[in-house]
């Protein structure tokens, strides 16, 4: 295979843990992309508590109120522009400010007000005025920590905001930790709009968080994490009966308890995560990383936003000077980051099974371009070269996947090569040989890309029904002057030619390459000497203005 095909190489990483961990990437992602939702809704229930100034409470309290809900407030919108979500954001924000000025203006709207509320609850009840200061100083920390972890995330400090946000949303949930372990109101009620607003506006700060570490080594790691996960679940059981029993034999020190609680929650969680993470780096079962996660998602993104576009190399046939064919290679035009190269996406492609959607992706663009050049002089006859990854074989649909693409193309078969690399072969049951036969059946020529590359088991040289042999640049490019390049290309040339497979060098670069290659024997030879890869109406043009003139050979 050319450097820039779909194939397969050699690696440690495990694929089908690697697949099982983007499918939950996936999910992530789909939460990632719905941040947006949540920043509003924190907005909007911000909006409806906000204090009203013609409340006759202490300014401390309503200060308090009025900063909380403004971090909350600012926090989601700032959220709603780094999604990408600008006019959605501008329309809530101008919806708040006006929604903020007519509740400010109208006196009845403090019946219905967050703060009045929990003023008349809590006089109703006859709270202590200590725990009714720190209703508010609850939501106030809330949204200091809110603030603190978005600044922090600004600034590149992932795992610290993180850590920030951890403590952020146990400190709603600190009522009700108390609750199990016995304490009523430790610390006051929280308003039910500050709680919802605060952990909605952490939730989505959280959401932005799923796909770095430390985060993603609870979210994304591989099934050996399900231990993990369950050992954070019961531990964190097991410290809140340990709170419980605590009161039952005193009651000093009872509201340190829920934060003895959150503490060692928080502490389990980074202590199994990080021990998780230093013996994976080391497992058998080796998976992406989080942010190989993310670019797979991106390959995942352009895919469905047509992104990837085709390129055509041209092929030489040494014998009559003529172009033979061309090797389909794919590319990815990235919207911020231009042309990314195949060797950055296609590894990663291949461990999560995006692979399969993108190689189908390939062969139908490619077969119904070229079956565009069906009543072109040069063109039209010559035949289209295209890469076939292992995973496609392995899905079990690939001979009916092709077969359909040429019918709805109106490609002929007889145009069309499907390469596959050694690997495809390698502890075949024989099921792989077989869709061989199938395709050859049907037409459709096969050749063996990067030969001599991979595990070179010449059995499978006799059993399938191949036409072509590339020979690897890797081989190509030390040529002329490396005599074991030399003699191995020598022998591959011979072993090739006398299974009846016609052979074809790539990545010749130059004279002296291409005059070795002919003289011991290669037939066709493509490589940036003859051109570059071409995008279709570029191949149509360098066709008209080379061919069928002499070809350099």
């Given at each position: 295979?050319?450097?820039?095909?779909?194939?397969?190489?050699?690696?440690?990483?495990?694929?089908?843990?690697?697949?099982?961990?983007?499918?939950?990437?996936?999910?992530?992602?789909?939460?990632?992309?719905?941040?947006?939702?949540?920043?509003?809704?924190?907005?909007?229930?911000?909006l409806?508590?906000?204090?009203?100034?013609?409340?006759d409470?202490?300014?401390?309290?309503?200060?308090?109120?009025?900063?909380?809900?403004?971090?909350?407030?600012?926090?989601?919108?700032?959220?709603?522009?780094?999604n990408?979500?600008?006019?959605?954001?501008?329309?809530?924000?101008?919806?708040?400010?006006?929604?903020?000025?007519?509740?400010?203006?109208?006196?009845?709207?403090?019946?219905?007000?967050?703060?009045?509320?929990?003023?008349?609850?809590s006089?109703?009840?006859?709270?202590?005025?200590?725990?009714?200061?720190?209703?508010?100083?609850?939501?106030?920390?809330?949204?200091?920590?809110?603030?603190?972890?978005?600044?922090?995330q600004?600034?590149?400090?992932?795992?610290?905001?993180?850590?920030?946000?951890?403590?952020?949303?146990?400190?709603?949930?600190?009522?009700?930790?108390?609750?199990?372990?016995?304490?009523?109101?430790?610390?006051?009620?929280?308003?039910?709009?500050?709680?919802?607003?605060?952990?909605?506006?952490?939730?989505?700060?959280?959401?932005?968080?799923?796909?770095?570490?430390?985060?993603?080594?609870?979210?994304?790691?591989?099934?050996?994490?399900?231990?993990?996960?369950?050992?954070?679940?019961?531990?964190?059981?097991?410290?809140?009966?340990?709170?419980?029993?605590?009161?039952?034999?005193?009651?000093?020190?009872?509201?340190?308890?829920?934060?003895?609680?959150?503490?060692?929650?928080?502490a389990?969680?980074?202590?199994?995560?990080?021990?998780?993470?230093?013996?994976?780096?080391?497992?058998?079962?080796?998976?992406?990383p989080?942010?190989?996660?993310?670019?797979?998602?991106?390959?995942?993104?352009?895919?469905?936003?047509?992104?990837?576009?085709?390129?055509?190399?041209?092929?030489?046939d040494?014998?009559?000077?003529?172009?033979?064919?061309?090797?389909?290679?794919?590319?990815?035009?990235?919207?911020?980051?231009?042309?990314?190269?195949p060797?950055?996406?296609?590894?990663?492609?291949?461990?999560?099974?995006?692979?399969?959607?993108?190689?189908?992706?390939?062969?139908?663009?490619?077969c119904?371009?070229?079956?565009?050049?069906?009543?072109?002089?040069?063109?039209?006859?010559?035949?289209?070269?295209?890469?076939?990854?292992?995973?496609?074989?392995?899905?079990?649909?690939?001979?009916?996947?092709?077969?359909?693409?040429?019918?709805?193309?109106?490609?002929?078969?007889?145009?069309?090569?499907?390469?596959?690399?050694e690997?495809?072969?390698?502890?075949?049951?024989?099921?792989?040989?077989?869709?061989?036969?199938?395709?050859?059946?049907?037409?459709?020529?096969?050749?063996?890309?990067?030969?001599?590359?991979?595990y070179?088991?010449?059995?499978?040289?006799?059993?399938?029904?191949?036409?072509?042999?590339?020979?690897?640049?890797?081989?190509?490019?030390?040529?002329?002057g490396?005599?074991?390049?030399?003699?191995?290309?020598?022998?591959?040339?011979?072993?090739?030619?006398?299974?009846?497979?016609r052979?074809?060098?790539?990545g010749?670069?130059?004279?002296?390459?291409s005059?070795f290659?002919?003289?011991?024997?290669?037939?066709?030879?493509?490589?940036?000497?003859?051109?570059?890869?071409?995008?279709?109406?570029?191949?149509?043009?360098?066709?008209?203005?080379?061919?069928?003139?002499?070809?350099p050979?």
């Amino acid at each position: 295979m050319s450097q820039n095909g779909i194939g397969d190489k050699t690696a440690p990483l495990n694929e089908n843990a690697t697949q099982r961990q983007f499918m939950r990437h996936r999910l992530v992602r789909k939460v990632q992309d719905n941040t947006h939702f949540l920043a509003m809704t924190s907005m909007v229930c911000g909006l409806l508590g906000f204090p009203h100034y013609l409340l006759d409470v202490d300014n401390t309290v309503w200060l308090a109120q009025l900063l909380t809900y403004l971090t909350f407030i600012l926090v989601s919108y700032n959220l709603l522009l780094e999604n990408g979500r600008t006019n959605l954001a501008m329309l809530t924000m101008s919806l708040v400010t006006v929604s903020l000025f007519v509740v400010q203006l109208s006196p009845y709207a403090a019946d219905f007000n967050d703060t009045a509320h929990l003023l008349r609850m809590s006089s109703d009840i006859q709270v202590h005025h200590f725990t009714r200061v720190l209703e508010y100083a609850a939501g106030a920390l809330l949204a200091c920590l809110i603030a603190t972890s978005y600044l922090f995330q600004r600034s590149g400090w992932l795992a610290t905001s993180q850590a920030i946000l951890y403590v952020a949303v146990m400190i709603p949930l600190i009522p009700l930790l108390g609750f199990f372990c016995g304490v009523a109101q430790p610390y006051g009620i929280m308003s039910p709009l500050t709680t919802l607003s605060g952990l909605l506006c952490a939730f989505s700060l959280l959401a932005k968080h799923a796909s770095h570490p430390p985060m993603s080594y609870l979210l994304l790691m591989d099934d050996n994490g399900k231990q993990i996960r369950f050992s954070i679940v019961f531990l964190s059981f097991f410290a809140i009966m340990l709170a419980r029993a605590g009161v039952e034999f005193g009651d000093s020190m009872l509201r340190a308890l829920p934060v003895v609680v959150v503490v060692s929650i928080l502490a389990i969680i980074y202590t199994m995560t990080a021990t998780y993470y230093r013996k994976g780096q080391s497992s058998e079962h080796v998976v992406l990383p989080a942010a190989d996660m993310d670019f797979a998602s991106q390959v995942e993104t352009a895919l469905d936003n047509n992104q990837f576009y085709m390129v055509y190399q041209p092929q030489i046939d040494f014998e009559t000077g003529k172009l033979k064919g061309v090797e389909a290679l794919v590319r990815w035009r990235h919207p911020t980051k231009g042309i990314i190269s195949p060797d950055k996406f296609i590894r990663v492609a291949e461990l999560t099974g995006l692979i399969v959607p993108l190689g189908n992706w390939v062969m139908r663009t490619a077969c119904a371009e070229a079956a565009k050049w069906n009543n072109d002089p040069v063109l039209g006859n010559i035949e289209l070269a295209v890469n076939v990854s292992a995973h496609q074989l392995k899905s079990g649909t690939l001979v009916d996947d092709i077969l359909q693409i040429l019918e709805e193309t109106g490609l002929a078969p007889q145009r069309l090569v499907v390469e596959l690399t050694e690997s495809a072969f390698v502890q075949d049951d024989g099921q792989n040989a077989s869709m061989m036969h199938q395709l050859k059946d049907a037409g459709i020529k096969l050749a063996i890309d990067d030969f001599g590359t991979g595990y070179s088991c010449l059995s499978y040289l006799r059993d399938i029904p191949g036409d072509y042999l590339k020979i690897d640049r890797s081989f190509v490019m030390e040529l002329p002057g490396h005599d074991k390049a030399e003699a191995v290309i020598q022998a591959i040339v011979s072993l090739g030619k006398s299974l009846g497979y016609r052979i074809i060098a790539e990545g010749v670069e130059t004279e002296a390459q291409s005059t070795f290659v002919k003289a011991i024997g290669v037939d066709i030879v493509q490589g940036f000497l003859y051109s570059r890869p071409l995008e279709a109406e570029a191949l149509q043009d360098w066709a008209a203005e080379n061919l069928p003139a002499t070809i350099p050979h």
